[in-house]
């Protein structure tokens, strides 16, 4: 994966860690491109609410992004906006930050299976483009239409209903 604006994903929360419990960061990322496998994302617009929860910082964001479709009906290419919600919880990476020198040891989350960690690095950023990436895929249809009600192409004489009428008895 190689993201030219990778660093626009990245999050600096030590404002957060330091601060008090309630305590919001509002973010918003505008106008960057995901590439991921071989999908592109454009025109990402995300907002997202950073919360100081006690131990960790919760993530509660919005997202769309312009994506570009093969219509499963008519296979017309188009550009579709998909939009999606997301909740995620990030841990520091060290709870010195927040004043709790012991709170790892009583707090086994490295064995936590079903709980999807994510750990702010180092300089307490958190990085969200696989949270971007993961919740943008959530968004895709797998059958996807170019429009709501595609008439597609007669199997017949394979015209685009949409744009043509044919006079074959298939559909
Ligand atoms: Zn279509
Ligand atoms: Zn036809």
Not at 88 to 104: A, K, L
């Amino acid at each position: 994966m190689q993201n030219k604006n990778k660093n626009k994903f990245h999050v600096n929360l030590s404002s957060l860690l330091i601060g008090n419990i309630g305590d919001i960061k509002k973010v918003i990322i505008k106008e960057v491109e995901l590439l991921s496998n071989n999908e592109t994302f454009n025109n990402i617009i995300a907002n997202i609410n950073f919360i100081r929860a006690d131990k960790t910082i919760i993530a509660k964001g919005k997202i769309r992004a312009n994506f570009k479709i093969i219509c499963s009906r008519c296979s017309e290419e188009t550009v579709q906006v998909i939009s999606s919600n997301y909740e995620e919880e990030y841990f520091p990476y060290n709870y010195d930050i927040m004043g709790f020198h012991n709170h790892i040891e009583d707090y086994d989350y490295e064995n936590e299976i079903d709980l999807q960690i994510q750990k702010l690095d180092k300089r307490n950023f958190v990085d969200l483009s696989s949270t971007f990436e993961n919740s943008l895929y959530s968004a895709i249809s797998i059958a996807p239409k170019c429009k709501e009600h595609c008439k597609g192409i007669c199997i017949n004489c394979l015209k685009n209903l949409n744009y043509e009428k044919c006079l074959c008895k298939t559909h």
